[in-house]
C-alpha cells in the first residue's frame, strides 16, 4: 500500500546507515561455476549443448545402463511406467496422441505425453541413469535420446541427432499439441473450473453408495487396527477379521504388538535400494534372494562371488537384464546382506 | 524443629534434635511418628507413612474399582529416567502405529515414492516435522550444510553464490503453511481405492517454516524486473528437480527455508534448504535448493511436462496446474476407525485453500443432504492448515459423513460428481473433492464414494 510517509522513512533508514538486506552477504559467481551448474534446456532449446549421438551408439548405451529400468525396447512397466508405446503415425502427424482419449490404451507411455524433445534431453542428462546421476556425457545423452527416439518410431535407426537435428525432432513428436496452458489453476488469482454451492438443508436427491472397497482389499494397507492409537473415542477396524465382526464398543484393542526386528541384512538390503530389484520369495526384475540362496547353496565361494558382483554389476547370470554395479552399498554391508542371502534371507 | 510462624516451610533435613537421633538410636522408636506429624506434613514423610500402611483389602464379588487407579504402577514406584537420557526426544513407544506409511502397489521401487502422514492421529494444524509426508524422486539424500551452495543465475546483474552461513546472516521470517502433493487423492479418481485417511489424503502436511524471502535474495541479485518472467528452482539430488514458478509468485510470498517447526528441516524434508510456495502443490516446493535461475519462458521440465500434468477428457494435457484449491477431510471418524462407544464423539477435521483462509466448513451426517457450520480452531491462517470440530452424538446408526470447505474467494469445495463433470477421471492430480465416511451400526467407519 502507498503512503505518502514511505519516502520519508525511507531517507530516514539511509540516514541512519540501514543496509539494504543481502549488502556484503554472499559472493559473486564465477562464470565457470555457473557453467557447472547451469545444465537445464528448455523447449526453446536455449541451454542446449553441442554434441552428437547416433541411435546404434544409443542402443550400446541403452542396453548397458537403461534397459534394467527401462526393458530392452523402452516398453518394460516393471520398474517404471514404459516410456516407448500408444504412439501412431496418425498421432505423429496431427501432434496429438489419440489414445490419451478413452479407454483404449492402458497406461500413459512417455512418448505418448511428452510435448517437448528438451524435457527429454534436459532430463536425461541431469538424472539419468537412475541410480547414477550425471553420468553421461553430452554424447552419450544425444546418443541415448536418439535410440529412444528410435524405438517411438520418432527417428529411423540411422539417425544421428545433434544440436542441430534436434529441432526437426520436435516437429514430429506425437504429442506436441497436446499440452494446454488454458486453466485457472498456474494463477492464485486463476479461476477455478468448477463452481459448486454451499446449500444448507434439502440439498439434492438421496445419497447413493456409489463406490466401496472390495471385501478382498479389506486387509491390502496392512492390519488397520495397528496404525490407530490405541486409546480415544476410536480404534483402528482390526482388518484380519472380516468387516461387520467387530462388534460396537469393541473391547479396546491390544497394544500392537511389537513388529519384529527385521534381520540386519534385510533392513541393509532395504536402505540400500536392493528390493527395487529383487524380491525376498518372488522373481522381479532380478531373481528372489531365496533363489539366489537356492542356486548358491552348495558352492563354497558363494559369499565372495556375490559380493563381487554387488560390487561390480552382472550380466547373464539370470537372463538378459544387467544389474548395474551396487557402489553405493558400504563394503561391510555387501558381506553382511550376501551372508543374510546364503542363510535364506530369513 | 521447624518454627510455628514460618510462613515458608523448611526443608525436612535435619529436623531431629541429637536428643532424638540418640533416643532413637537407643531403641525408643515410638516417638517418631509424633516427630513427622511435628514435621509439618512435609510430603517425604507423608508418603514414607502412607506407603507403610497395608493396602485395602478388596471387598469380596464386584471389584473395588479400576485395577488402573488401585494398583500401583511401575511409574509412581521407581525411580524414572534422567533429563538429556534421550538428546533429542522421541515419542512414546505406545505411539508407534503412528507412522509415515506408503501405499503398498502404489510405485514399485521406493526411492521415487511417497510416504503417508497419518493425518487420523494428528492434532492441531502443525504436523510433527518426523510424521511429515514423504515424496522423493530419486531417493533422499543428507547434504552436508558445509557444502550446501545456493547459486542465483540468469536474468539478474550480479549472480552470485550463498554459503548457508549467508544466508542465516538475512533477514529471515517464519510462516505457517500447509504443503500438499498434487497427487493427493489422486488414488481417488475413479472409485474408492483406499481405506483410511492416511492413504486418501496423508500427502499433506503442514509446518511453520523459516527461512529468508526469495525476493530478498532477488533484489540482493539485482533482478531484471522488465525480462525476469519466471524462475527456475533446482534441487541438489540426484533427480535434480526442476520446477518453474512464475516471477509475481517468486515475489510474493516464496521462501528459501531452513527451518521447520523450530528446527531445522529434516532431511526427508529437504535439509539443510528448500523452497517454501505457499498454497502451490509440493512439487514445486523444491527440497536441497541449491540454483535458483530466472528468465524469460518457463523450462518444461520433466515434472512439468510428463508428470503433474492432467490428463482432460479431450484428451490434452494441463500443463503447470499449481493451486491446490480449497479442500477438507474429517480426520475423526475417518475410514478404517472403529467408533468405541455410542454417545458424545467429537468430529475434526482440516481444511485448507491455495488461494487463501478458510472461511467456514460445514459438516454434513446424511451424505450431503443437510448441512451443520462446524467450530474453526484458531490459528486460521493463508494457505495453512485449519483444524474444524462438530460436536456429534452418535446414536448407533448409520451416517455418511462429509465435510466442505469454503475459502475467502467465495470457492465451495465441489463433489466428486462436479469435479469430474470437468475433469473426467484421469487426472490424477487436484482432486478436492468431498469426502464421504460411512459409519455403520457396528462402528465401523468406511471410506465411500456417492453417486
Same mark, same amino acid.
Given at each position: 500500500m502507498y503512503s505518502w510517509r514511505e519516502p520519508l522513512v525511507l531517507a530516514a533508514l539511509l540516514a541512519a546507515g540501514a543496509a539494504h538486506a543481502g549488502e556484503g552477504v554472499g559472493r559473486p559467481a564465477t562464470p565457470a561455476e555457473v557453467r557447472a551448474w547451469d545444465i537445464d534446456v528448455r523447449p526453446?532449446?536455449?541451454g542446449l549443448p553441442r554434441g552428437s549421438g547416433s541411435v546404434l551408439r544409443g542402443q550400446e548405451l541403452w542396453d548397458a545402463k537403461c534397459a534394467s529400468c527401462h526393458g530392452t525396447f523402452g516398453e518394460s512397466n516393471e520398474v517404471f511406467t514404459p516410456l516407448v508405446g500408444g504412439t501412431t503415425a496418425e498421432d505423429q502427424a496431427r501432434g496429438r496422441v489419440a489414445a490419451l482419449t478413452g479407454n483404449g490404451h492402458p497406461q500413459r507411455t512417455t512418448l505418448m505425453k511428452v510435448a517437448t524433445v528438451s524435457t527429454l534431453f534436459d532430463y536425461i542428462r541431469r538424472a539419468m541413469p537412475w541410480d547414477a546421476p550425471r553420468t553421461l556425457t553430452d554424447d552419450d545423452t544425444y546418443a541415448v535420446l536418439a535410440y529412444l527416439l528410435n524405438l517411438g518410431d520418432v527417428v529411423p535407426s540411422d539417425f544421428v541427432l545433434d544440436q542441430d537435428s534436434i529441432r526437426a525432432v520436435q516437429q514430429r513428436l506425437p504429442n506436441r499439441n497436446g499440452m494446454t496452458r488454458d486453466h485457472g489453476l498456474w494463477d492464485v488469482k486463476g479461476k477455478p473450473d468448477v463452481r459448486a454451492v454451499a446449500c444448507?438443508?434439502?440439498?439434492?436427491?438421496?445419497p447413493r453408495v456409489a463406490s466401496t472397497l472390495p471385501d478382498f482389499a479389506r486387509n491390502a494397507h496392512g492390519n488397520l487396527a495397528e496404525q490407530n492409537r490405541t486409546f480415544g473415542p476410536v480404534r483402528g477396524a482390526d482388518t484380519t477379521r472380516p468387516a461387520g465382526a467387530a462388534p460396537t464398543g469393541?473391547?479396546?484393542? +491390544?497394544?500392537?504388538? +511389537?513388529?519384529?526386528?527385521?534381520?540386519a541384512g534385510l533392513a541393509l538390503a532395504r536402505a540400500n535400494g536392493c528390493l527395487a530389484c529383487h524380491d525376498v520369495e518372488a522373481k522381479r526384475l532380478g531373481p528372489s534372494f531365496r533363489d539366489l540362496k537356492a542356486r548358491y547353496a552348495a558352492d563354497a565361494d558363494a559369499a565372495a562371488k556375490l559380493a563381487a558382483r554387488v560390487r561390480g554389476g552382472s550380466q547373464g547370470a539370470w537372463g538378459p537384464v544387467p544389474m548395474p554395479p551396487q557402489r553405493q552399498v558400504a563394503e561391510g554391508d555387501v558381506d553382511t546382506i550376501v551372508k543374510w542371502v546364503l542363510e535364506g534371507a530369513r | 524443629m521447624p518454627s510455628k510462624t514460618a510462613r515458608i516451610l523448611r526443608a525436612p533435613e535435619n529436623f531431629l534434635t541429637q536428643e532424638q537421633i540418640t533416643e532413637v538410636a537407643a531403641g525408643r522408636r515410638s516417638f517418631l511418628r509424633s516427630a513427622f506429624l511435628a514435621a509439618g506434613g512435609i510430603a517425604a514423610g507423608a508418603v514414607a507413612v502412607r506407603a507403610a500402611a497395608a493396602p485395602t483389602a478388596a471387598p469380596r464379588g464386584a471389584p473395588a474399582g479400576d485395577p488402573a487407579i488401585l494398583e500401583r504402577q511401575p511409574w509412581n514406584t521407581s525411580l524414572g529416567k534422567p533429563v538429556a537420557a534421550r538428546g533429542y526426544g522421541l515419542p512414546s513407544p505406545y505411539e508407534a502405529n503412528l507412522q509415515r506409511r506408503e501405499s503398498p502397489g502404489l510405485t514399485r521401487v521406493n526411492a521415487a515414492s511417497v510416504s503417508f502422514a497419518p493425518l487420523q492421529g494428528l492434532f492441531g494444524i502443525i504436523t510433527p516435522s518426523g510424521l511429515h509426508f514423504e515424496r522423493h524422486h530419486q531417493g533422499w539424500q543428507d547434504v552436508d550444510p558445509a557444502k550446501h551452495r545456493l547459486m542465483v543465475h540468469g536474468l539478474v546483474r550480479r549472480a552470485k553464490v550463498y554459503t548457508m552461513d549467508d544466508l542465516m546472516r538475512l533477514p529471515s521470517v517464519s510462516r505457517i503453511h500447509f504443503i500438499e502433493c498434487g497427487a493427493n487423492t489422486g488414488m481417488e479418481w475413479g472409485n474408492v481405492a483406499v481405506p483410511t485417511v492416511q492413504y486418501t489424503h496423508g500427502m499433506l502436511s503442514c509446518s511453520e517454516f523459516t527461512g529468508v524471502r526469495l525476493s530478498t535474495l532477488l533484489d540482493d541479485c539485482g533482478l531484471?524486473?522488465?525480462?525476469?518472467r519466471y524462475v527456475l528452482a533446482e534441487g541438489a539430488d540426484g533427480s535434480g528437480m526442476t520446477r518453474t514458478v512464475a516471477i509475481d509468485r517468486a515475489l510474493d510470498d516464496v521462501l528459501v527455508a531452513w527451518g521447520q517447526n523450530g528446527e531445522m528441516l529434516r532431511p526427508e524434508n529437504g535439509y539443510p534448504l528448500r523452497l517454501v510456495v505457499p498454497g502451490?502443490?509440493?512439487?514445486?516446493?523444491?527440497?536441497w535448493l541449491r540454483r535458483i535461475e530466472v528468465g524469460d519462458q518457463p523450462w518444461a521440465t520433466k515434472d512439468e511436462a510428463i508428470h503433474y500434468v492432467d490428463l482432460m477428457p479431450d484428451g490434452r494435457h494441463r500443463q503447470y496446474t499449481s493451486i491446490q484449491e480449497a479442500k477438507s477431510v474429517i480426520t475423526t471418524p475417518s475410514g478404517g476407525q472403529v467408533l468405541v462407544e455410542r454417545g458424545a464423539c467429537e468430529v475434526t477435521g482440516l481444511a485448507w485453500s491455495g488461494r487463501g483462509k478458510i472461511k467456514r466448513v460445514d459438516v454434513s451426517f446424511d451424505g450431503g443432504r443437510s448441512w451443520t457450520p462446524a467450530r474453526l480452531e484458531t490459528p486460521v491462517l493463508s494457505k495453512a492448515l485449519t483444524r474444524f470440530s462438530v460436536s456429534w452424538r452418535w446414536d448407533g446408526r448409520a451416517a455418511l459423513l462429509q465435510s466442505r470447505a469454503v475459502d475467502d474467494t467465495g470457492y465451495v469445495q465441489p463433489t466428486t460428481r462436479l469435479l469430474r463433470e470437468v475433469r473426467?477421471?484421469?487426472?490424477?492430480?487436484?482432486?478436492?473433492a468431498i469426502q464421504t465416511w460411512r459409519v455403520d451400526p457396528n462402528g465401523e467407519v468406511s471410506n465411500v464414494q456417492l453417486a
Open positions: 526453446d532449446f536455449q444448507m438443508k434439502d440439498c439434492g436427491p438421496e469393541a473391547p479396546a484393542a +491390544a497394544p500392537a504388538p +511389537a513388529a519384529p526386528k527385521p534381520a | 531484471d524486473r522488465v525480462k525476469g502451490v502443490q509440493g512439487v514445486s516446493w523444491v527440497k473426467g477421471t484421469k487426472s490424477i492430480y487436484h482432486n478436492n
